[in-house]
């Protein structure tokens, strides 16, 4: 049996899995630290690093034992791996390093190749999960808690950046709009749960670089507008309607979104738009962006829920590319904590 290890530690998930030819996952698993990070409403880098030096033996050990049951082969082992994929960049570079270090270590003992994957492509490649078939041309709105770019993939590695943000990412406007409503970590779920009680017209937060004409995003004065008005409110005496802010602050995210894709769409003449990166969970997102989309006869493509965020799933298909395609990597492989698409 050939099988493909994936590992990634990009930031505050340690995640393992083993992918047997192109498409048959034969496990997957995801240590979060998310419980700790809340604490500090935010991921702690040190305490990342530490906690998925801890995690990372046990991870392995399950994410094979998977392998074992879905296979019914109970001697499946290290013998069977054919190549190891690893997120490399970008991210947290303590935590990269960790999963770096184990993946150079197991390629040289197991002698097989070593696959460094830039993680924004492994978030791409989700959406060939989600639909096997999907083929550049296409434009990808990624969004997640670094980054927030538009994207024109030519070809699978061909890519040219179109626009992105001068600040704020959208997963950490997200973060810190809730962090400042006191609702916890990390911000992107909680916010468009609550968002789904509230009234999305009831504050008109700024929308800017809206008609800039360009692709640009500036994220940083919307985070700033929702913490004055919640100053403001809380001054003057008000109990704020927190699902009618979190509804506010997301639609306002989204109209952004939406109009820029559908710029970006347009500048490229393309019909085909994914999304990618932690943010791309957000259904109201999808469902608007998949409104607009379509009425330019043009179609969304996004991952499925569980592979929106950071998981090895994604890290395994865009490895098992690489690993076809002879791109495989030294073993002196370093860890770089900022990488563009391509
Ligand atoms: O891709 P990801 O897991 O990690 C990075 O590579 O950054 O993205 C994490 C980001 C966080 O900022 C989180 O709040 C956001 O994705 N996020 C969401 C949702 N789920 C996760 N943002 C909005 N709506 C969601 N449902
Ligand atoms: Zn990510």
Redesign the pocket.
Known sequence: MSLLLAIES??D?MAMAVLKDQREFLSSVVASQIDIHAMYGGVVPEIASRKHIEAIGGVVIECLAQARERTGKADLSWSDLAAVSVTYAP?LVGALVVGAAFAKGLAWACDVPLIGVN?LEG?LYANKIACPDIKPPMVVSLV????TMLVHVKDWGSYETMGSTLDDAV??A??KVAKAMGLGY????L??ALAEKGNPKAVRFPRALMHSGDLQFSLSGLKTSVMTYLQKEQQAGREVNKADVAASFQEAIVDVLVQKSVHALQETGLKKIVLA???S???H?QTALADAVGGIGASLVHPTPIL???NAVMIACRGYFMYQNGEYSPLDLNAVPSLKLG
């Open positions: 990009s930031c998930e991210g993680h978030h997640s808690g670094g980054h997963g950490e997200f973060d990390p911000g992107g779920p916010i468009s990166g932690g943010v969970a957000n259904k997102l929106c965020t950071d």
